[in-house]
């Protein structure tokens, strides 16, 4: 499965943007970027996903770099309830989502 | 809107002795799958079903380990003998599973907080 890298956190102010990177060098053509959030104490949750173009939905924007080795996920306006473990995953197909540690953001009021 | 359900929500167990954890999809949803979370860990990834059909299954899930999904609508999660390197949150999803989707989202439960003592 092809690997990526988050820095292990991240703070941010209350409704300011959060841009959290991630790098996936080893990314091949058919591989999907998605993203998905862990709040403390429930399961995961899917936030976004895309191949190569950017992308938006009402919880977050994706940019995507243009060789694809790395992406961003944007939260526009943090709030407290964005305080949670951010995770960048790669799949080619869709099914069995290979978690890392993922980003931890801190959201200060 | 009923989401993934699971049941119970927290379990504390002997070593040595079995728990069974059951998990409810989204009504209409063909696959189902279990992952185990370990403390400041990502989910990994335990097996999967489409419909009643187990397809995969990780190198981490031991002899131990057994899932069932009869009927293709719930599923269960057993241990045998726990030891307590069981200790994690046992996670389920659901999905779709429709071919015709180019991505299947995930629908995560609560999970299943099992403690062994």
């Known amino acids: 499965d092809a690997k990526t890298t988050q820095p292990n956190s991240m703070e941010s102010n209350e409704e300011e943007p959060v841009h959290l990177p991630c790098n996936h060098s080893?990314?091949?053509?058919?591989?999907?970027i998605h993203w998905y959030r862990q709040l403390p104490s429930q399961g995961p949750e899917y936030v976004i996903h895309g191949l190569t173009s950017n992308v938006n939905n009402r919880m977050a924007s994706l940019a995507i770099a243009e060789d694809r080795k790395s992406s961003t996920l944007i939260l526009h306006r943090a709030t407290l309830r964005d305080a949670a473990v951010y995770y960048c995953?790669?799949?080619?197909?869709?099914?069995?989502?290979?978690f890392g540690a993922g980003t931890t953001v801190t959201v200060r009021a | 809107d009923t989401g993934v359900s699971q049941d119970p929500r927290h379990k504390i167990t002997k070593r040595g002795q079995n728990v069974t954890f059951r998990c409810d999809p989204i009504s209409e949803h063909n696959r189902l799958y279990w992952y185990r979370q370990t403390l400041g860990q990502g989910p990994e990834f335990l097996t999967y079903f489409q419909n009643e059909a187990q397809l995969e299954k990780s190198r981490l899930l031991s002899d131990r380990f057994s899932a069932e999904r009869p009927k293709g609508s719930f599923s269960t999660l057993e241990i045998q003998r726990t030891e307590q390197g069981d200790s994690a949150m046992y996670l389920c999803?659901?999905?779709?599973?429709?071919?015709?989707?180019?991505?299947?989202?995930?629908?995560f439960g609560p999970g299943t907080r099992l403690t062994v003592l």
């Open positions: 999803a659901s999905s779709l599973g429709d071919s015709t989707l180019f991505y299947d989202t995930q629908y």
């Open positions: 995953i790669l799949i080619p197909n869709d099914y069995k989502l290979s």
């Open positions: 080893t990314i091949s053509g058919t591989d999907y």
